[in-house]
């Protein structure tokens, strides 16, 4: 897994069945030391929102075949999913991201 943050979606109108109602989120990785940064050029994928992600929250992602978390997503060509919204992340006991709000 990985955390990364949503800085967009991609709409498409034609898809795949098993993603129709599904939101496509544009996520850039993040460093958890440094929730901050912008995970650095070309960086930027797209991942089937699971959770009611927004725009500018921190969310954990699925990648590869884990990105397929169900029985309904079974076979639907999934390669990375947000299945968390982060609440706070601690490195080494020193709190380094707590969601606002």
Do not use: C, H, W
Request: glycine share 14%.
């Amino acid at each position: 897994m990985e955390i990364g943050r949503v800085v967009g979606q991609v709409v498409a109108t034609v898809k795949q069945a098993g993603l129709q109602g599904r939101t496509l989120l544009l996520i850039v990785p993040l460093d958890p030391a440094d929730v901050d940064g912008d995970g650095g050029p070309g960086a930027t994928y797209a991942a089937a929102d699971y959770v009611g992600a927004g725009l500018g929250e921190v969310v954990l992602v699925t990648r590869g075949s884990a990105a397929r978390v169900d029985d309904t997503t079974t076979g639907v060509p999934t390669d990375a999913a947000a299945v968390a919204i982060v609440d706070s992340i601690a490195v080494e006991n020193k709190t380094v991201f707590r969601k606002s709000g």
